[in-house]
């Protein structure tokens, strides 16, 4: 199994540290988030990996090099510009079509779930030619219980299982590379498309460990999380 990992993004809202650092290369409990995740998804059986690269790409090639110091296959597809999500998955075509199905995950995201439950959708229904990781919408704020005027308790930032988000972690087919834009967000153009033409599956996961990592305070609440958890 194959899974690309979009490591081209310039991660503005964490400079300092990306001024000279990828943000995939960030450090979160003292490990770069791009190795948490190929760590992760080596539990799974996943040992090969195209890594889509820009921003400051000579760094994650010097660090993850052929992938061998981490018992991976490492190729890189390189974007001379700025193709966004779905331009840089088009980008790597020649590469990702020769398998059935693979996994993509945006690089600045750390979790525990189990992709094979991805991978299953798409094998079990030919209808489908890509599902997204769905989890519960995480709240940013605390949330007070209330009964008439009293406080009866408070959860802190619950997760709200009413609403879904993506996750950022999806199993494809070579399908769809019909649907991808040769610049611009999946999320904008392919994802929108498929879902109008039902051909988009979502994979509900709850009660795991799932951080985007977009600010500072991510990186201090996510090394906590992570030390808790003792690893992915």
Same mark, same amino acid.
């Given at each position: 199994m194959m899974a690309a990992i979009l490591v081209g993004g310039f991660g503005k809202r964490l400079r300092p540290y990306t001024e000279e650092l990828p943000k995939p290369l960030i450090q979160v409990a003292g490990r770069p988030i791009l190795e948490w995740q190929i760590e992760?998804?080596?539990?799974?059986?996943?040992?090969?990996?195209?890594?889509?690269?820009?921003?400051r790409k000579e760094k994650i090639i010097e660090y993850?090099?052929?992938?061998?110091?981490?018992?991976?296959?490492?190729?890189?597809?390189?974007? #001379?510009?700025?193709?966004?999500?779905?331009?840089?998955?088009?980008?790597?075509?020649?590469?990702?079509?020769?398998?059935?199905?693979?996994?993509?995950?945006?690089? #600045?995201?750390?979790?525990?779930?189990n992709p094979e439950k991805l991978i299953e959708t798409l094998k079990s229904n030919r209808r489908f030619i890509a599902a997204i990781a769905a989890i519960p919408l995480p709240s940013p704020y605390g949330i007070l219980e209330i009964s008439g005027d009293i406080v009866k308790g408070f959860r802190e930032k619950p997760r709200l299982s009413d609403y879904w988000i993506n996750a950022g972690v999806y199993a494809m087919t070579p399908d769809v590379f019909d649907y991808l834009p040769d610049k611009g967000d999946i999320e904008k153009t392919a994802f929108p498309r498929m879902a109008s033409e039902e051909v988009l599956?979502?994979?509900k996961y709850i009660d795991i460990f799932w951080r985007s990592i977009d600010t500072h305070k991510d990186l201090e609440e996510a090394a906590r999380e992570i030390t808790s958890l003792g690893g992915l």
């Amino acid at each position: 199994m194959m899974a690309a990992i979009l490591v081209g993004g310039f991660g503005k809202r964490l400079r300092p540290y990306t001024e000279e650092l990828p943000k995939p290369l960030i450090q979160v409990a003292g490990r770069p988030i791009l190795e948490w995740q190929i760590e992760w998804l080596k539990k799974y059986g996943i040992n090969e990996f195209v890594l889509l690269v820009g921003y400051r790409k000579e760094k994650i090639i010097e660090y993850i090099g052929s992938g061998s110091r981490l018992e991976v296959r490492v190729t890189y597809v390189v974007e #001379d510009e700025p193709l966004g999500t779905g331009g840089a998955l088009k980008n790597a075509e020649h590469i990702l079509s020769k398998t059935n199905i693979f996994l993509v995950l945006n690089g #600045d995201i750390l979790t525990n779930l189990n992709p094979e439950k991805l991978i299953e959708t798409l094998k079990s229904n030919r209808r489908f030619i890509a599902a997204i990781a769905a989890i519960p919408l995480p709240s940013p704020y605390g949330i007070l219980e209330i009964s008439g005027d009293i406080v009866k308790g408070f959860r802190e930032k619950p997760r709200l299982s009413d609403y879904w988000i993506n996750a950022g972690v999806y199993a494809m087919t070579p399908d769809v590379f019909d649907y991808l834009p040769d610049k611009g967000d999946i999320e904008k153009t392919a994802f929108p498309r498929m879902a109008s033409e039902e051909v988009l599956a979502a994979v509900k996961y709850i009660d795991i460990f799932w951080r985007s990592i977009d600010t500072h305070k991510d990186l201090e609440e996510a090394a906590r999380e992570i030390t808790s958890l003792g690893g992915l």
